[in-house]
């Protein structure tokens, strides 16, 4: 490979900083490699709206498309009203590009400050569904602002979309050293969603003999992220229940400021997406204090999606270095000072 | 008040033994008040529907709604179809009794073993909606066991169910020191029933000018529960990102083997029903290791609700001393071995 084509979505808030910190790395560490980075920058979130009325046009989907992925720092402001930015943009790009897969490593690196009092070794990773479920906009309104309003929101599940995305969690798996699988969802409460995944997961399952697969209702689930997290390998779950077991994951291995994800379309049918689990975090943005590590684990993602695995894989030794360069300031009663640009300094130094 | 009529569900698992010991409390506190307790055993759950197919029948729900509340163990085992116990007899008292409150204190007992490391001063309460969302049985499969089968899950929101919750949820808030009100919810994704509850909240919030409020997405929320907990007073949300967060704050503030909960019909209308949040745990069933806490603290709830102040103060009291005894042996050391029955003598004595 030589060269790279990148689609770059700054997007909101703290989004533009921390993209900026992966780009460097990117740069860094594939110029050492002989690979040319390409990067197209896209004005797409907040400012574009205001602007122009515009989330993401048709043609910005068409050109998006011809892009090898999309790196993605975040989307969303409270100036836009709710939904507009997230459904029409964010959730677009899902949906437009099929990511079907949305996949959230949570590691916890050694040392790394957790909320919980003994964490244990966290290595998970949660396999969640992209396109379907709640997510669908599949919902609507009657005699709105009257006391006899009704509001709806379906969860839509089909076979063909969890069946995919079931198989792909079932191949993470059986590819890791514990090769164990949990389905978390609430067949007792949505008993036609969770009989759907569950016999898909008994199924699929028949051909991977070597994984072992259990089952956890959600709100069980986020006991066992807070009791025992050590106890999960890979989850596979529909949307929301995954948009909620994420940011419970992120919390108590580090933070979401060190999540990272990928949205992918496996079949490469469309560019695949990367980005941090956190969202724009308007509050500081502009202040050089977010922790761009999300950011740069989504390009790690990224990298590894594209087959560059040795350049993957150098930088995410950069990045474990670094966090025991953390570890290390923290068990000497010097917490560690993040700064955006600090920490891409020291990734990028570390390369 | 001479006499309450108690209609007692002792349900499946773990449920009759901590029921027993919630009724012997109830028996030693009223007692020495001169109120009579009349105890009505309900035969449902898995071993009745074994027996006779039978769920809840509309001759149970007559009986059942003649008295003056129902004191309720546990339902579910692994021996019953999923959904079968939960849907048709523990949703079905609370749909049908009109159970719109599901009222869930979270309140960490000092010394108390926590998960967390720092949990701080962990004292809140989520007011669920107990008979609408998700949880309606709005959902349906077409083309079952096919590669087109979809299946559907509708959550339904009305501004009737919506506002009559809310306004319960002010009125604890205005009740408390703090005065805080936050909604969770998923408006960002959820856009229709998520405006509905956002200006629900605004508009009955204009009748309690003393609370004030913020809101904040369920995956935000999850990550707050374990980072800052103490930061929420009371919660309004709707009946599954009520299930969900409750368990999660069972699980901060000491396991969910403390937590109490309140299905109130607040009208009075029909009988409330009290509950710990625990399931079954058929895994422990008849050992007499499960910890009667949530049980007897349901039983404080149920006590408040029928007006017998003085009974429940002087339960909830029993239940602070002994919870320090149990803190003061952690403290020295000694893990308190929790036996069933152990906790209720302990209980009863301290009354
Ligand atoms: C911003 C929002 C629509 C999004 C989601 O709910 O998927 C975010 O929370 C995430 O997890 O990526
Ligand atoms: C058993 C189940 C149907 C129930 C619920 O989801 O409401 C339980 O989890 C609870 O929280 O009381």
Partial sequence: MNA?????????GIGPEVTEQALRVARTVLSKRGIELKETPYDLGARRWHATGQTLTDDDLAALSGHDAILLGAIGDPSVPSGILERDLLLRLRFAFDHYVNLRPSIR?????????????????????????????????????????IATEVSVNTAYGVRRLVRYAFEVAAARERKHLTLVHKHNVLVNAGDLWRRTVAEIGEEFPSVSTDYLHIDAATIFLVTDPARFDVIVTDNL???????????????????????LNPEGAFPSMFEPVHGSAPDIAGTNTADPIAAIGSLVLMLNHLGIREAANDVQQAVSTHMAQRAELAAAGIPYEVTTSGVGDAICAAL
Avoid at 118 to 135: A, C, Q, S
Avoid at 241 to 263: K, M, P, Q, R, Y
């Fill in 4 to 12: 790279i084509d990148v689609a770059v979505i700054g997007g909101d």
């Fill in 109 to 149: 690196y050694p040392g790394v400050p957790s909320p919980l009092a003994d964490p244990g070794e966290i290595d998970f990773i949660v396999v969640r569904e992209g396109t379907e479920g709640l997510y669908c906009g599949n919902g609507g309104s009657v005699r709105r602002g009257t006391a006899h309003e």
């Fill in 241 to 263: 229940f995954g948009d909620i077991l994420t940011d419970e994951a992120g919390a108590i291995s580090g933070g979401v400021g060190l999540a990272a994800s990928a949205n």
